[in-house]
């Protein structure tokens, strides 16, 4: 059974800094592709990083500078670095886990990001 678990969000003031984990399990990690996503409030999901097989790494250009998105195939793990946190940045963060178009989604992380 394939599962990914997000953890990691919860409150912090702007300009503050979170890391969201996305654990799975269920699958040979190492040869997906990992996404993370967010969904604000009232508004569609949408992409906010990428990390590929092999390593290569893409950011929204909402996020750029801001976030980092980093993995340890060792741990199953795939890691958003979230810096100088916005209001804006507020939403149900969800990782998904894609290989040739199967595609599997945790049950995402709440961030809130006071002004």
């Known amino acids: 059974q394939v599962q990914l678990v997000e953890s990691g969000g919860g409150l912090v003031q702007a300009g503050g800094s979170l890391r969201l984990s996305c654990v799975a399990s269920g699958i040979t990690f190492r040869i997906y592709t990992i996404d993370w996503y967010c969904q604000a409030p009232g508004k569609q999901r949408e992409f906010v990083a990428r990390?590929?097989?092999?390593?290569?790494?893409r950011v929204a250009d909402s996020v750029k500078g801001r976030f980092t998105i980093s993995k340890n195939n060792v741990k199953n793990t795939v890691y958003l670095q979230m810096n100088s946190l916005k209001p804006a940045d507020t939403a149900v963060y969800y990782c998904r886990a894609d290989l040739g178009g199967t595609s599997y989604w945790g049950t995402g992380t709440l961030v809130t990001v006071s002004s």
């Open positions: 990390i590929s097989r092999d390593g290569g790494t």
